[in-house]
């Protein structure tokens, strides 16, 4: 089984379920829902950081690359997690966070102390560039009292590595390593397309900066080094990497397989369609075109350039997609099933986000005490000072916030969801209606079930190209697949009504592999249909 035919499942470890009774997930938790994913179908468990960190980035801030955060549970409780997962079938993914490290990692405080080889881990200089950090503010801050300044491109407690140190590179393939020897297949690189920054870091006013360290072509470099000291060595090895305001062009080279730096990338932007301006704390109306745009285009031209996508609607960062692209109240599982269907029958990898096979949606939190994350607090503050009523400011953090995903992990409908028997970390969703004990047998569930089956057995959608579809319809995402002699025409109905649909000339005679509704009508699409025809062709 190659990546190309295997889906991956994302899990928040903090929500998905605890068994200490302290309100946090854990790994024994995991574990204990294997069976649960067996049945689902998948095939491989990406995990958010699981390793010891202050938590001033939600585990994106890593102190110990090499240990168990004792909030998860311990070393002996991942390699459980590992065997059992190898057991029934399901490898695990971890995150790996290589551009920064937390300060209070050993590097950065052997640094601080003044200790010269650990200093040139960091880009530490006597005058800051313009750069702005990815979470406001200047992108330099003091280094100890010594009047220079260290570089942090996310939060000041995340200095970034340099990648440009050999020592740097190998201490970091041995992290790599470290977890290969544990059993560990999957590795997502969290914005590994910051790591190629130039050896002078030069004032740029443009974009914040941003040119002059985003997939800068060291980058290649540094990936192909990376592949072939460590994972390049598995053949069974999946690796995404997760790439910031990154290219068509550039994903195609980091992922094409003659290039050996990694399997598949991640990219965010259709997931800012519903951004006015490019702003994301504003609302704003999805703009369909857009979405089917982006689609279409990084489909047909990473499928002719021999690039792969990673395939999402939902994680950890993100709204739930039902409540942002359907009219969720009225079509729920049509709709659920349908944004399904979009990406799993897509060429690329799909990732599931935990409760997306259930159609968890965004929780209704009722003021900003509900909410945790700082980035949501500190927008309210913003957009509190900055012209929005106290209701308006809150209407947007309603739609945005990252909270909405990060709710516990909805297993029934007893108080906290059945996620924990103290009090959650974070308050729960609306879990009477919509939890596993409830959905696990439902629609959206074996939908998910079908679709994850057919890219297992059929090489037409594990391996097929990407032609675009119906790019003229105001409410249809179409595309075909093809591969050796067959082909597949998938319709998407973005509507909530029906839509006048004519089926391909080409497709007349052709079976229907998969639909989300029990029946289909000539020349019509019902509310969020999402249906697939097959050919053969003849040869």
């Known amino acids: ?32 829902k294997l069976d649960y994913l067996v049945e689902l179908g998948v095939d491989m468990i990406w995990l958010n950081p699981i390793y010891p960190s202050p938590q001033r980035d939600n585990g994106y801030d890593i102190s110990n690359y090499v240990a168990i955060d004792p909030t998860f549970g311990t070393m002996a409780d991942f390699e459980q997690l590992i065997a059992e997962g190898k057991k029934r079938g399901i490898d695990v993914m971890l995150d790996m966070v290589l551009n920064h490290v937390s300060t209070e990692h050993e590097w950065f405080q052997k640094a601080l102390a003044g200790d010269a080889y650990y200093q040139d881990f960091f880009f530490i200089q006597d005058e800051p560039t313009d750069w702005v950090s990815k979470f406001g503010g200047s992108a330099w801050a003091p280094f100890g009292d010594t009047g220079k300044y260290y570089l942090h491109l996310f939060d000041v407690t995340q200095a970034d590595l340099n990648w440009r140190n050999e020592h740097v590179r190998q201490a970091l393939f041995e992290v790599v390593n470290f977890w290969r020897d544990k059993g560990v297949h999957g590795f997502r690189f969290d914005v590994i397309n910051l790591i190629g920054k130039d050896q002078l870091l030069k004032n740029n006013p443009v974009n914040d900066g941003k040119a002059e360290y985003t997939d800068k072509p060291l980058t290649h470099e ?17 690796t995404v990497g997760e790439m910031s305001s990154t290219t068509i062009e550039n994903c195609i080279l980091y992922s094409r397989p003659d ?42 031209d990473m499928s002719e350039g021999q690039g792969w996508n990673a395939l999402f609607w939902n994680n950890h960062d993100q709204p739930r997609a039902l409540n942002r692209f359907i009219d969720y109240k009225n079509f729920r599982i049509k709709g659920a099933t349908m944004l399904a269907a979009c990406i799993h029958l ?13 159609g968890m949606l965004d929780p209704d939190f009722q003021s900003m005490t509900d909410y945790v994350d700082i980035e949501a607090k500190n927008a309210y503050q913003f957009l509190s000072a900055n012209g929005h009523t106290p209701e308006q400011a809150f209407e947007i953090i309603q739609l945005k916030a990252r909270d909405n995903s990060r709710t516990p992990m909805q297993w029934d409908n007893t108080v906290n969801a059945g996620f924990s028997t103290g009090t959650p970390w974070l308050a729960t969703g609306n879990h009477a209606e919509i939890n596993v004990a409830n959905d696990k047998d439902g629609e959206i569930f074996s939908f998910y079930q079908k679709l994850i089956a057919l890219r297992k057995a059929d090489t037409l959608i594990s391996d097929g190209d990407y032609q675009a579809a119906y790019q003229d319809s105001p409410h249809i995402y179409a595309f075909i697949r093809e591969f050796e002699n067959r082909r597949l025409l998938v319709v998407n109905n973005f509507s909530n ?26 020349n019509i699409l019902h509310p969020y249909q999402a249906i697939a025809f097959v050919y053969t062709k003849n040869v």
């Open 259 to 300: 290039r050996h730096e990694l399997s598949m990338t991640f990219n965010f932007h259709h997931l800012k369609v519903d951004y006015a301006d490019g702003q994301k704390w504003t609302k704003a109306p999805v703009d369909f075109e857009q979405l089917k745009h982006l689609f279409h285009t990084w489909g047909q």
């Open 222 to 238: 540094y990936l192909q080094l990376l592949n072939a000291a460590s994972f390049g060595q598995d053949t069974a090895s999946v």
């Open 497 to 522: 009504q029906e839509v006048a649909f004519e089926r391909l000339a080409e497709f007349d005679n052709s079976e229907i592999l998969i639909n989300n509704y029990s029946s289909y009508t000539d």
């Open 346 to 358: 897509s060429r690329g990898t799909p990732y599931l986000y935990m409760g997306e096979e259930i």
């Open 1 to 32: 089984m190659t990546f190309k035919n295997k889906v991956i499942y994302q899990i928040y470890p903090k929500s998905y379920l605890d068994t200490t009774g302290n309100g946090i997930g854990d790994i024994r938790g995991i574990i204990s």
